[in-house]
């Protein structure tokens, strides 16, 4: 393995229109667009990049997760072999602070991810925080999600204004809501024939576990692929369920969750009301929870971490699910 001196470490801030590039923590930054072409320069430049007239290779590359417009990039950076990690904004942030990066601007805050990811390349944690490419299948199913998940802000923002506005313009409101309710129909019936055509193994060991609907399985298909490849642990502090020790000294604080991915949590959340009231094992759990004294909110959280678990499990094991095989899961 190549040493650490013998490598770049690359930083790049990402806004919806500029990629601001550091080769390492201390050099001049430069600028590109965040298009097709200026992915291009940039991968260039790292190419290009040398330390005393050397080629070198490339240690990692971070950028953080800004809304969707670093996709292109990581993925481009990420289909040309390169180590890339996306992070969450706060804990690039952090870091930052820490190592006494008080000022932030796009060049600063480039020269602080390259900081962060000669820190990261070093770490024990540096293979689980890689960007692992996802297929064309997981692709399309997330796109299609993304784009269900903006038409009903559509209708709720319609259903709003139906209810303040002027009875003249109920007639127009209610033809937009038309329009939007039939193209979540076309999307649903997408997500369907999806999953149905390249996910229908991984489903059918779902088949039985109730309070998984369709939103869950797509869901679960298209942001979470490490489901089944990682432990009950790991996969818990990915999608930010487990619950995490707040204690210093004798102080011993409450557990609290936090972090992970809010898209698969939010999911897991609706997932979990619905286990909570049809799932025979999920009910009874929370019921135990609510008898103890935790409040509903805790208890629902509780469910979301153990639904997880067993979802993990099930795919891990390859197994169709069968409720007699509950005590083979370690919840």
Known sequence: MMNASEMIFVGIDVSKDTLELALD???????????????????????????GSVPVAVGAIVLEATGGFERQAAIALCEA????????????????????????????????????????????????????????????????????KQLITMRVAEDNRLETSHKSQHKSIMAVRKVINKQLAMIDSDIDDLLHTHFVEKLSLLKNFKGIGVGTQASLMAALPELGTLSHEQISKLVGVAPLNCDSGKHKGKRMTWGGRADVRSMLYMAALSAVRYNPIIRVFYDRLISKGKAKKVALVACMHKLLVILNAIMKSGKKWNPLHLETIKA
């Not at 390169?82 to 008080?102: E, H, I, S, T």
């Open 81 to 148: 072999g390169w180590p890339v990690m996306v992070l969450n904004p706060r804990q690039a942030r952090d870091f930052a602070k820490a190592m006494g990066y008080l000022s932030k601007t796009d060049a600063i805050d480039a020269r602080v991810l390259s900081h962060f990811a000669r820190t990261l390349h070093q770490s024990d944690n540096r293979e689980r925080l890689l960007m692992k490419l996802p297929d064309a299948q997981q692709v399309a199913l997330q796109a299609l999600l993304t784009r269900r």
């Open 25 to 51: 923590d201390k050099s001049k930054t430069r600028c590109f667009d965040n298009d097709e072409k200026g992915i291009k320069q940039v991968m260039a430049c790292i190419k290009a990049a040398e330390i």
